[in-house]
């Protein structure tokens, strides 16, 4: 299958900084990429969807000026969580989707813990 | 409204003891049902997309099949390995590209 990677795995900050996570396509052209977070033992719950050269659609209660995507090219997009409070502890998960496929691709999972 | 509704929540099984997870889906023109494998700590694993009633698909120990309300996804002989969380999704016909996910299925197999 094709192959995303997400990075970092773990992140510890502290409360107020901001934090990056990248996630690239490797191995294809990813025309829309989603970001999600996912609470211990719940599936997973999206925040927002971008398409390539374009402003990220949020969902419903997710804050855009807290969570900034950028998806600036066809192999990466970024969540920065912007002045990080422990309440945005969580795992974030990134994946992406071609053209060509109907299929999500995801990444590992980025860990972020705010101290 | 788009809906999947995965059970059991939990399932535990002996090495070698057969079984099958269910999906129940209520979507608006189904444009794709996915199966996916999470272990813990990981992000979820692509393993089928089935988007037709009567279609199957097989891998290894896990056979998925599809029918206009529901999708198995059948166990053969299951290994520890096969231990995760299996999570399955609908991608519907509206406007929206969203996956709607069930809340996934905790597989445990013992040895």
């Known amino acids: 299958g094709a192959v995303v990677s997400q990075h970092p795995s773990r992140v510890i900050c502290k409360s107020g900084t901001s934090v990056k996570i990248e996630c690239r396509s490797l191995d294809f052209q990813a025309t829309t990429m989603f970001w999600y977070r996912q609470f211990p033992k719940k599936s997973l719950m999206l925040m927002a969807t971008s398409n390539e050269g374009s402003k990220a659609t949020y969902e419903q209660g997710v804050e855009k000026d807290k969570f900034l995507i950028n998806h600036a090219s066809l192999t990466l997009s970024t969540l920065t969580v912007t002045s990080a409070h422990p309440e945005d502890s969580s795992f974030y998960i990134c994946?992406?989707?071609?053209?060509?496929?109907?299929?999500?691709?995801f990444g590992a999972g980025t860990r972020l813990s705010v101290l | 409204e788009d809906q999947v509704t995965q059970s059991p929540e939990a399932l535990r099984l002996q090495e070698g003891e057969s079984s099958s997870l269910n999906c129940s889906y209520t979507?608006?023109?189904?444009?794709?049902l996915f199966w996916y494998r999470q272990d813990p700590g990981k992000g979820p694993e692509f393993l089928f997309t089935?988007?037709?009633a009567g279609e199957e698909k097989e891998k290894e120990r896990l056979k998925a099949t599809l029918t206009k309300k529901e999708s198995f996804l059948h166990i053969t002989a299951p290994k520890p390995e096969d231990s995760a969380t299996y999570l399955c999704a609908v991608r519907g016909g509206g406007a929206t590209n969203k996956l709607i996910f069930g809340t996934g299925t905790l597989l445990a197999v013992q040895p």
């Open positions: 994946s992406a989707r071609g053209q060509a496929k109907n299929i999500q691709y």
């Open positions: 089935l988007y037709s």
């Open positions: 979507v608006s023109g189904l444009r794709g």
